[in-house]
């Protein structure tokens, strides 16, 4: 056994290595042909720029208003993710430590709510917006269901709710009731422990929900497109609109900026969070 384990360990350093270096090549590629000049796309695609054309990010960002959409991305993720973590937090909470009729039936609607895939039901849910716009044309003679950051950012809660208490849900059996029961016993009411005692022990869990649903607010594309169909788009959005302006101009700098620009936050989040994600669990892992 312990043959095979050193002779596997060589093996693992190599494909860790394989993937570390297929998702940096291509991120490395963007960010120096992000600061070449228009000319320098005609030669050979991996030599180094020439100098620090800056500029191509200031184009992207003002001209090609890759700001505002950059903004509105923020904006929607922000809001989407205060919205899931304040709903999903009391209700894995109820389902995990109370008993209550027809508890079960809601876990078997949560579980369900996995197995819908977002991008299948947005013409549904484009046509039942459109429908409560025309229902409220008085009071909202331009709109207010479409075309509304708010909204889209309330979607993308309502779909991933599902998933983030089912998470959540199997963290919090995993905690010993020991901890809530000395709580009590301190003059804790029910949502003191769930906020001071319950929630920093599920901080990897949460932290982990967190992360899941920012890629998945921030990378949308199919729904930001559908629900905002005015000038306010997300950056995924707005980024297809900057690859069809700059293929026909040839301008290809500005593009590769318009991509740094969306895949740097990803990157920085996701960098920040994965440490913290695993400073919880070494520190603030359930002890027996």
Known sequence: MTTIKRAGRPLT??????????IAVPVGWVLLASLKEKGEFYGSPWT???????????????????????????????????????VSVPAAYVIARYEF?????????????????????????????????????????????????????????????????????????????????????DGASRFQVMVRVMLPMARPALTTVILF???????????ALTLLPGEGKTLQVGLLNLMTAQKAAADYGRLYAGMVIVIVPVLIFYALIQRRLIEGMASGGVKG
């Open 48 to 86: 180094l720029p020439e100098g620090l054309h800056v500029r191509n990010y200031a184009d992207a960002f003002v001209t090609a208003r890759m700001g505002r959409y950059f903004f509105t991305s923020v904006l929607v993720t922000v809001l989407g993710l205060v919205f899931v973590v304040a």
């Open 13 to 22: 350093y190599v494909l860790v290595t394989a993937i570390a270096l297929a």
């Open 101 to 185: 009729r027809g508890r079960g039936l809601v876990e078997v609607a949560m579980l369900a709510g996995l197995f819908v895939n977002v991008n299948y039901i947005v013409v549904p849910i484009f046509l039942m917006l459109v429908g409560w716009d025309r229902a409220l044309a008085d009071v909202f003679p331009d709109g207010f269901f479409i075309d509304n950051p708010g909204v889209l950012s309330l979607v993308y809660a309502a779909t991933s709710i599902p998933f983030t208490i089912y998470l959540l849900t199997a963290y919090f059996r995993s905690i010993p009731a020991d901890y809530e029961e000395a709580a009590a016993l």
């Open 213 to 223: 649903n920012f890629l998945a607010y921030w990378n949308d594309f199919i729904i």
